[in-house]
């Protein structure tokens, strides 16, 4: 069950979280205690928050319980972000390098001000452990902070020409309106990422963030404003999961857009760059990976577990940068093994972000949860033993799973599994 009050200029969402499995500990009332001004539902164009027609809901990951409602913007929402971008483009290059700075460190410093109310909502809207969202906010802000600085020394140079009577002066400049769609496993430090790098130097943008978490990159909005960013140079378009597909070609065809920077997935960065092809745009793409970890015999067994845990189950194995196949050496294997269940079942504790002592929140959704559980089973059937784990639990939670001998020829070892999975190849 859950609610929302209004409290002292605060938003409280209150959620009895029951039904789960006792290994998960969620058998207490949780509040959501943000402030008020920090929870925005909206899209924001041009300076200005804009409703839709219509609006999608936003789930805790942990209880399935719905947090917000935020505004389904679709491509008439997009398309006026776009222009509005494109307007406030011709005034925000024209402001010196100084003011810029002085701007973005502005918004870094209430970034840190606010920096555990935004770390809530991160746990709230993605499911990470506080921990790990307080770390996300200092991480998000110091993006800021670094191109805040980095926006005084765009320097231009004076190339050696082939010609006595010509001078090759080399003048940077920025390129214009850029789109960004940013990922839900970072929904604040994805966004800063790459808005600090092109506010800094002039451009304008226009983000799109995941329809699983819209309610982080509001929340930078709304310190945008505060902190004196110009209308019409930072927009957020939410939208839901049936909008995207419209939006995200809208954002990536339109002519007044020069560039696209994506991180997700390799099938949608596929998409994306077809979109950008027709008008040929600058484009940057942060894909999925399937990065292995490899232990050769003469390594040092509690280090190699060590640097396992730590590469895995960050985010629950929700990154683009964690470990997916695990390569082990046949000489250590058994006892890198045995090691490394020994300290899951040591150091990884299932429960709701809020909870002080977890470490593995849920996966995003249940579609996260089905795709790690399919991965799960077609090892299984291909003879792979599972040493720790191995089952979904309710909702969207999913236990950390070891499984040794694996094979080359399981799904899990030519997919990207994006969940708490080591398969162990020796």
């Not at 930078?220 to 960013?229: F, H, K, M, T």
């Not at 396992?308 to 629950?316: I, Q, V």
């Not at 294997?333 to 020994?342: G, I, R």
Request: proline share 5%; charged share 20%.
């Amino acid at each position: 069950m859950a609610s929302l009050c209004l409290s002292r200029g605060r938003c409280v969402l209150r959620q009895v979280l029951t039904g789960l499995p006792s290994m998960v500990q969620l058998q207490r009332p949780y509040s959501l205690d943000v402030s008020a001004s920090l929870l925005r539902t909206e899209g924001f164009i041009d300076g200005r928050w804009v409703s839709a027609a219509s609006s999608f809901p936003v789930f805790d990951p942990a209880t399935g319980e719905e947090i917000a409602k935020v505004s389904d913007c679709g491509t008439k929402e997009a398309q006026d972000a776009v222009n509005a971008a494109h307007k406030a483009f011709n005034l925000w290059k024209n402001h010196t390098a100084k003011e810029r700075s002085i701007l973005l460190r502005k918004w870094f410093d209430l970034i840190i001000q606010h920096r555990e109310d935004l770390a809530k909502l991160i746990t709230a809207e993605c499911g990470k452990p506080m921990k790990e969202s307080l770390g996300e906010m200092t991480y998000s802000a110091s993006f800021l902070e670094w191109f805040s600085e980095e926006a005084r020394r765009v320097y231009g140079d004076i190339v050696a020409a082939p010609a006595k009577d010509r001078k090759i002066l080399i003048l940077k400049q920025p390129v214009g309106v850029a789109s960004i769609i940013t990922p839900w496993n970072f929904p604040s430090a994805m966004i800063t990422r790459k808005v600090g790098a092109a506010l800094a130097v002039g451009c304008t943008v226009v983000v799109k963030p995941a329809e699983d978490t819209p309610l982080s990159a509001l929340a930078l909005a709304e310190l945008s404003v505060q902190a004196g960013i110009p209308a019409g140079v930072f927009n957020v378009v939410p939208c839901s999961r049936e909008k995207t597909p419209a939006v995200g070609e809208l954002l990536c065809t339109d002519p007044l857009v020069a560039k696209i920077s994506f991180t997700g997935s390799t099938a949608t960065g596929k998409v994306l760059l077809r979109h950008a092809a027709g008008t040929v745009k600058r484009v940057s793409m942060e894909l999925g990976g399937h990065a292995p970890f490899i232990v050769f015999d003469s390594a040092d067994v509690d280090k190699a577990v060590a640097g396992a845990m730590g590469s895995k189950f960050r985010n629950s194995g929700q990154t683009c940068v964690c470990s997916n196949r695990f390569l082990v050496q046949t000489g250590i294997h058994d006892a890198f093994v045995e090691k490394l269940a020994k300290t899951m079942d040591a150091e990884l504790k299932l429960g709701h972000g809020s909870e002080p002592s977890t470490t593995q929140g849920p996966l995003i959704n249940s579609r996260a949860a089905e795709k790690v559980e399919k991965q799960v089973a077609d090892a299984v059937d291909h003879g792979a033993v599972v040493v720790r784990g191995g089952k979904r639990l309710q909702g969207s939670f999913m236990e950390p799973t070891l499984l040794s001998n694996v094979t080359s020829d399981m799904l899990c070892m030519r997919e990207e599994t994006f969940g708490p999975l080591i398969p162990v190849v020796k």
